[in-house]
């Protein structure tokens, strides 16, 4: 049996201390029992992956989930965008998801949420796409640069009638 593990009625109960992994900072608890896996975890990710391995009732350690990833792109964003051409700053929420390099999500703004669609590159740090007006069907082109939880970039929007082009400044924080 793991020497840190303890049994708890029908569940066993495991607790990593911030060792395992070096990247996490804080405690992980995990119980496991017959109606399914609660974890609770205190502290704070600091980045990478925290992993957990669980004892099971056999007494062997093995690897159960790895419940957090190197994605620094998906969840929900508190942004403002601004710019020249507009009156007052407005605020944005953007809702982003990672698959591979993809990334999809939406920009909500007053009740109305635009989709978006692009790609990301993590050598860079950046994303790059486009969000869809839903009413007018107009595509914006958007450049992104995540730094830990903090977002910037542009969003260039082109208009045909009359032509100009506007660009609105984008800056974000992780909402928490």
Do not use: K
């Amino acid at each position: 049996m793991c020497p840190d593990a303890e049994l708890i009625g029908e569940a066993r109960v495991v607790t990593l201390q911030s060792a395992i992994p070096t990247n996490f900072a804080g405690e992980i608890q995990m119980q496991i029992h017959r109606y399914g896996l609660a974890i609770l975890a205190s502290g704070a990710l600091l980045s990478g992956v925290a992993g957990a391995v669980v004892a099971s009732s056999h007494g062997v350690a093995a690897p159960v989930a790895t419940f957090f990833d190197d994605d620094p792109v998906t969840g929900d964003w508190d942004a403002v965008l601004s710019s020249d051409m507009m009156p007052e700053d407005q605020e944005v929420l953007v809702t982003l998801e990672l698959d591979g390099d993809t990334v999809t999500g939406g920009f909500t703004a007053q009740g109305e949420t635009a989709p978006f669609e692009g790609e990301w590159d993590a050598d860079s740090g950046t994303i790059t796409g486009v969000l869809t007006d839903p009413d007018q069907g107009l595509e914006f082109d958007v450049e992104l640069t995540i730094d830990g939880d903090e977002m910037t970039g542009v969003i260039t929007i082109e208009i045909p009638e009359p032509e100009m082009t506007i660009i609105l400044d984008l800056t974000a924080t992780r909402a928490m």
